[in-house]
């Protein structure tokens, strides 16, 4: 049987729609259907490796675990990653095919079609119900005829579509009632219900908005999903970081997070929440005194480099790991920390190379392949910020082009899996302090009890009382942020624009 789909499309870019999507997976699972998310095309830093090696957008492995299942790339075929110099990585069925500027890559993406037709097909043999989501607006009349994101997926999968927008920004009549507007009647006749997300305060005030939109758009309301503070759910866009505020809690470790120009998989560093005052920051003034300073993934490692030198972040950062401020780098970060970065075969930069940190005894060198791929391992050693942790089990995931080398001691983890195969190597780099580190594996925080160690060895470090939260629980704020949306939402209606009759449950 043909899974029945659904999509989400947005009146405009981080209006909801991932979140959404996520919501709706736990929900249909929930209420027992077998449910895959899908997106033909994502444009994000925030990635992740399925396990069999493949990479795809953050957002897509997020919805499948909100759906009980394992991500696969068929979920994502198409991955574009900016890169610093106004081009993007195409990153086609888990693997990185080409780098392209935005002409080139809308000149061409139809031939992506049947790529994306065959990984939507695959997925509705397989489940009963496939949410999709959009990109962007469907509304960005210069994209219209060129687009394989919205309405042209829609069309392909035949699937009605819920468009939401964020009243949070304000403007939120005017973007529904525009989105219907610009719309060719063909596509607008796809949208079958309306979505107001992100709304503070006494929804009776906003009764006389919800009769207005009902009345000119001619379709239901199905729902006004209230602000969700501290949704414990990994963000996608970085936007997500310029709305954030820092909520902090007297007596826990204040971790500043460097804000890079090209910041990717900042959701790494959710997990510290629980125990730590997390915030970002992109300059000097806003660095302040921290207990712990990250450098975290970018896809710009040499651009950034270059942010941080010529902001001064740089020489601050280094004066305080030398004062004794523990300084941990992910990723690309970790190959800050190096003392230089080069990328002879232009992988990432125009720049072929850059001075680094300086922190750390290794070099990186950016290679024309890329390294994808699920790791398990052990913690390598016993000192600073990992005393007592040697041999604490971990799993991530690498993705990276660049390889670190002549690090000669003071590794971090030893991998004992890479894929599926057994493959014992050291990883990381840590220097004589214990307190400068980095690894390549993306995830690492997600280990409670490497989490929960590293923090109580930094309270005592910088003479703080041990911390008081709890790991996260994924599988409850799944569950939680599906309470509130069937909450928010009229499910009965949802279910009919679904499957064309009532919930079987």
Do not use: W
């Amino acid at each position: 049987m043909t899974a029945r789909t659904l999509m989400v499309q947005g009146a405009a870019s981080s209006a909801g729609k991932s979140v959404l999507v996520a919501a709706l997976c736990r929900i249909l699972r929930q209420d027992g259907y077998r449910v895959a998310p899908f997106k033909s095309q994502n444009m994000a830093l925030n990635s992740f490796v399925t396990k069999d090696g493949g990479e795809i957008g953050r957002a897509q492995a997020v919805q499948a675990e909100a759906a009980g299942i394992q991500p696969t790339v068929d979920m994502n075929p198409v991955l574009l990653k900016p890169q610093a110099d106004a081009t993007s990585q195409v990153v086609v069925l888990g693997v990185a095919r080409s780098v392209t500027d935005a002409a080139e890559y809308y000149r061409d993406n139809h031939k992506l079609l049947p790529v994306i037709s065959k990984s939507l097909a695959k997925l509705r043999k397989e489940y009963d119900v496939v949410v999709i989501e959009g990109a962007g607006s469907p509304a960005e009349v210069n994209l219209m005829e060129r687009e394989i994101a919205n309405m042209r997926i829609a069309e392909l999968a035949r699937a009605p579509v819920i468009l939401i927008a964020d009243i949070d920004k304000g403007g939120v009549f005017a973007s529904v009632v525009g989105t219907l507007q610009l719309l060719p009647p063909k596509h607008r006749n796809r949208i079958k219900g309306l979505v107001i997300n992100k709304f503070r305060g006494d929804i009776s005030l906003l009764q006389p908005g919800i009769d207005f939109l009902e009345k000119r758009c001619r379709r239901p309301v199905l729902g006004v999903i209230p602000y969700m503070r501290n949704l414990a759910v990994a963000q996608e866009d970085s936007v997500f970081l310029d709305e954030r505020r820092a909520h902090f809690r007297e007596g826990c470790p204040d971790v500043c997070i460097i804000r890079l120009p090209h910041i990717s998989n900042f959701d790494d560093f959710d997990p510290l929440e629980a125990h730590c005052n997390v915030r970002y920051a992109g300059s000097v003034e806003k660095l302040g005194d921290p207990d712990l300073i990250i450098l975290p993934g970018t896809k710009g490692t040499i651009s950034d480099l270059q942010f941080l030198h010529l902001s001064g972040l740089a020489k601050k950062i280094i004066q305080k790991a030398k004062s004794g401020t523990p300084v941990f780098g992910m990723c690309g970060g970790y190959q800050m920390l190096g003392r230089k970065v080069t990328d002879p075969v232009k992988a990432e930069s125009d720049t072929a190379e850059a001075e680094g940190l300086g922190l750390l005894e290794f070099d990186t060198v950016f290679e024309a392949d890329k390294i994808t791929s699920q790791v398990r391992g052990k913690v390598d050693t016993d000192r600073g910020l990992l005393a007592g942790m040697r041999g604490v089990e971990v799993t991530g995931y690498e993705i990276h082009m660049g390889r670190s080398r002549g690090q000669k001691s003071g590794f971090v983890f030893k991998i004992i899996e890479s894929g599926s195969t057994p493959s014992v190597y050291t990883e990381g780099g840590m220097d004589r302090t214990g307190l400068v580190f980095g690894t390549y594996m993306h995830g690492v925080f997600n280990n409670a009890e490497f989490t929960r160690r590293l923090v109580n060895n930094l309270c005592s470090l910088r003479n703080l009382p041990p911390p008081a939260g709890r790991a996260p629980d994924r599988e409850k704020a799944y569950d939680d942020l599906a309470a509130t949306v069937r909450r928010s939402i009229d499910m009965e209606k949802l279910y009919e624009i679904i499957f064309k009759k009532r919930n079987k449950s």
